[in-house]
Nanobody, 123 residues
Framework: VQLVESGGELVQSGGSLRLSCAAS????????LGWFRQAPGKARDFVSS????????NYADSVKGRFTISRDNAKNTVSLQMNSLKPEDSAVYFC?????????????????WGQGTLVTVSS
């Protein structure tokens, strides 16, 4: 599975962005999908995940109520709608896929990773 993220850019605090992740090489319908982020000098953190059937989602407390994860199995994509962005949301955002199927929060459950897309939120 190859994953390619897009949509990261510079945005002002309070603004919105929509990140997308497109997969190739295999259909994603049986995979759970997740978003993680890594700020400079910090560890990679969980952001959100969605189960393979889309019925379960998980969010980090820091983004709950502001971010929404969704998937389109027909298009083999997963998206992250980010609203009310804050400077502390600035990071490289990574898309990940897991053959396990559930909405995991731990990065070790994900076998496939994209290269990341940079989100910068200015104050």
């Amino acid at each position: 599975v190859q994953l390619v993220e897009s949509g990261g850019e510079l945005v002002q605090s309070g603004g919105s962005l929509r990140l997308s992740c497109a997969a190739s090489g295999r259909t994603l319908s049986s995979y759970s999908l997740g978003w993680f982020r890594q700020a400079p000098g910090k560890a990679r953190d969980f952001v959100s995940s969605i189960s393979s059937d889309g019925g379960r989602t998980n969010y980090a407390d820091s983004v709950k109520g502001r971010f929404t994860i969704s998937r389109d199995n027909a298009k083999n994509t997963v998206s992250l709608q980010m609203n009310s962005l804050k400077p502390e949301d600035s990071a490289v955002y990574f898309c990940a896929a897991s053959s396990g199927g559930d909405a995991y929060r731990v990065d070790s459950w994900f076998q496939y990773w994209g290269q990341g897309t940079l989100v910068t939120v200015s104050s």
